[in-house]
């Protein structure tokens, strides 16, 4: 299993090297840096916007290879992600910035995906019954929304809430109360609420699309063989559904997980920005808009990083789950 493990660590490292350049690259080719510094007033003269593109690595009178070669050297030597457009380290706006998107990114997708492996078998093992055909009208409710529509139903329900009430029910704004007082305890409960409407837009839309495929995958198992089998040998209905039938059902689902984080990131960055959250996903669209190669690149580096890093999860699951993959 270990020698398997390690193959796929430098099967994505080298993706990630390419994910990286091509990123790069093609942030070059469609942002335009030069435009942010010809648009102010007064207009800056020729000759000093070039060297403030220079000293930012943004150059586009550079070739793109040795920007990129710039740019990765002082990431592999230094940790230095560059300077944003602003002459400001890329690093300090990545480091405020990660934990505020990991948060919300990491809790949205666990628990998208534990609710619809969960409703999946259950819907699978009630076929055509009542419970099964409400979980599909649901689900397929949730599919044709969008995430940043379902994201402003909940941020409005929100503010209904709070004009009936007369006071904020669940917070939609930010992602903490600032000056708050109290202890650990106290901080906590506040980060909960405040996550509860953007983690909710995210995993509702992936219970929804996990319920479907695990649906799916349970009823192929159970009309297996080997559950039957199992089920001769002594096992009750439910032990060997558990113990033969999730288990086998749940390892396409390992694969789905790690291929989807990417899509489900980009629906944080709606959420973000809906929420007022400050977070990776804000950044992005923030950076493309001031047309910032730097910014773009560090934030497309996390995305690969994140989604790398679920494939490599996924892989260790489908070992330890899956016997014919550890030989």
Do not use: C
Not at 312 to 323: E, K, S, V, W
């Amino acid at each position: 299993m270990l020698r398997y493990l390690a193959q796929r660590l430098a099967y994505y490292a080298v993706l990630l090297v390419a994910a990286v350049f091509l990123s790069y690259a093609l942030s070059s080719g469609a942002l335009q840096p030069r435009t942010y510094f010809e648009a102010k007033v007064p207009r800056p003269a020729a000759a000093s916007i070039d060297r403030q593109l220079t000293a930012l690595n943004l150059n586009d009178r550079t070739p793109v290879v040795e920007r990129f070669g710039r740019w990765a050297g002082g990431v592999l030597q230094h940790g230095d992600l560059g300077r944003t457009i602003h002459d400001t380290p890329v690093n300090d706006d990545f480091r405020r910035r990660i934990g505020v998107s990991l948060r919300l990114l990491l809790i949205g997708s666990l628990l998208g995906m534990l609710l619809g492996v969960a409703g999946g078998a259950w819907s699978a093992v009630k076929q055509y019954r009542i419970t099964d055909r409400a979980l599909t009208v649901v689900s397929f409710v949730l599919l044709s929304t969008p995430v940043f529509l379902l994201a402003l139903l909940l941020k409005n329900g929100a503010i209904a809430a709070k004009d009936v009430a007369g006071h904020e029910v669940v917070p939609f704004t930010g992602y903490e109360t600032p000056g708050l007082a109290g202890g650990l305890g106290a901080h906590l409960a506040d980060w909960g609420l405040h996550l509860l409407l953007p983690t909710l837009s995210l995993a509702l839309g992936g219970l929804a699309t996990y319920s479907r495929y695990q649906r799916g995958t349970m009823l192929d198992v159970l009309g297996s063989d080997y559950l039957r089998t199992a089920e001769a040998k002594g096992l009750t209905r439910n032990r060997a559904l558990l113990k033969h039938g999730l288990r086998t059902a749940v390892i396409p689902m390992s694969t789905m997980f790690a291929y989807s984080f990417l899509g489900i990131f980009t629906g944080a960055a709606f959420t973000e920005t809906i929420f007022g959250w400050h977070g990776m996903g804000e950044w992005f669209i923030q950076s493309i808009n001031e047309q910032d190669v730097n910014a773009v690149v560090a934030v497309n580096l996390f995305a690969a990083v994140v989604v790398l890093a679920s494939g490599f999860l996924a892989d260790t699951l489908h070992a330890a789950l899956d016997p014919r993959v550890r030989r």
